[in-house]
């Protein structure tokens, strides 16, 4: 996620803004980048893909081990790509997921993939993380978010209030934890709760959650940008104020208007989400989720587009994310894709890349 303080920062080497410090790590000759694909063959066809892993020690708040979703091997040696996927017991639905460094110097991407039963009721939840000024903010919604989430006394009776709130408690704790760090990392997050066959898309920030219903791209999230209309009014008469530095910026600084962290920011980047309800019927297909590095250069049809030619939603990951390297995308690019198997038998073919993501139960990961 590109977040310069100002347009003198296209010119010149590094900038100092209220707090911030950006970089030029982004302006490289577009002729010298390597190709996504040589990359690709380069290092997925020696069989590296993500896999999962049981930690041994032991969380005090589940009671149980802690699954972690790592790697098998994400190094700047391979620009930083990782893919893997999932199928869900019953044969209802899998995901697959793709993210890529792309031309940044660093990874600020996370995402997050997990599954629970909860009084008999099948939960899964997925959600990407795009981190700016650092990578902090995003790690920690990826450790802790869903995890909140779960525990909620209210998640099962009421989950779009319980939602809000742990969105807003996760920030708070997450400005808390940094309180002795002279840092102010912020991350977008774009998350979906599946509840037996109901959708709950939450949104703060720019990454982007987009269905194919009966082959209709459909966006289940606004992007939070500071010159939309309403968040304008809302950081206006909250006290701040939107500036023109390349593009609308919330004080000349960041480019949208919600995010989780951004002490510096505060009040006006809140993380309150968007949240949007959706019922699974027999016309939904796919769900996309993925950080701006896709939306930049990708539109919603072109991703549910390019999503449905593949067969497996791993493989429609992967395309999305190569898709955004060769049109141009400057950013990391992480891309989650899930798809709706109505009749199970469709999803019998087995793949071997996936595997069980981590089980969250109402007393935590398990």
């Known amino acids: 996620m590109v977040c310069n303080a100002n347009v003198r920062s296209l010119v010149s080497k590094s900038v100092s803004f209220g707090g911030f410090h950006f970089g030029l790590r982004d302006h490289l000759n577009v002729r010298s980048w390597p190709r996504f694909s040589d990359i690709h063959r380069r290092f997925f066809g020696k069989g590296i893909f993500t896999r999962m892993i049981v930690d041994s020690t032991t969380s005090k708040d589940s009671g149980g081990p802690v699954l972690k979703m790592v790697p098998e091997k994400q190094s700047a040696e391979d620009g ?60 920690y919604l990826k450790a802790n978010l869903f995890e909140n989430l779960v525990k909620h006394p209210k998640f099962m009776d009421d989950t779009k209030s319980a939602i809000t709130e742990t969105y807003q408690t996760t920030d708070s704790n997450f400005l808390n934890s940094e309180r002795s760090n002279f840092r102010d990392d912020g991350s977008t997050a774009s998350t979906a709760v599946l509840v037996g066959d109901h959708l709950y898309v939450a949104n703060v920030g720019d990454s982007r959650a987009v269905i194919s219903k009966a082959g209709k791209a459909i966006p289940l999230s606004d992007d939070h940008k500071p010159n939309r209309s309403d968040e304008r009014r809302r950081i206006e008469d909250a006290g701040g104020l939107i500036m023109w530095a390349g593009t609308w910026r919330v004080g000349g600084v960041l480019a949208m208007s919600r995010a989780f962290g951004n002490r510096l920011l505060k009040p006006f980047v809140v993380a309150d989400p968007e949240i949007q309800e959706q019922e699974i019927d027999h016309d939904m297909e796919l769900l996309v989720l993925a950080s701006d590095g ?40 992480t891309c989650i894709v899930v798809r709706f198997h109505h009749n199970p038998n469709d999803s019998e073919t087995p793949s071997t890349t996936i595997s069980p993501p981590p089980v969250v139960n109402d007393e935590g990961v398990n």
């Open 80 to 139: 930083g790509y990782s893919s893997g996927g999932w199928k869900s017991e019953d044969g209802r639905l899998c995901c697959g997921h793709s993210s890529f460094r792309g031309k940044r110097a660093t990874m600020e991407d996370f995402f997050d993939v997990k599954t629970s039963e909860i009084n008999g009721q099948k939960i899964q939840l997925f959600g990407i993380f795009d981190g700016h000024g650092g990578s902090r903010a995003a790690e």
């Open 294 to 333: 896709l939306w930049d250069v990708v539109s919603n049809e072109d991703a549910i587009s390019l999503a449905r030619a593949e067969e497996e939603p791993e493989a429609a990951a992967r395309k999305l994310t190569e898709t955004a390297y060769t049109r141009g995308s400057a950013d990391n690019i």
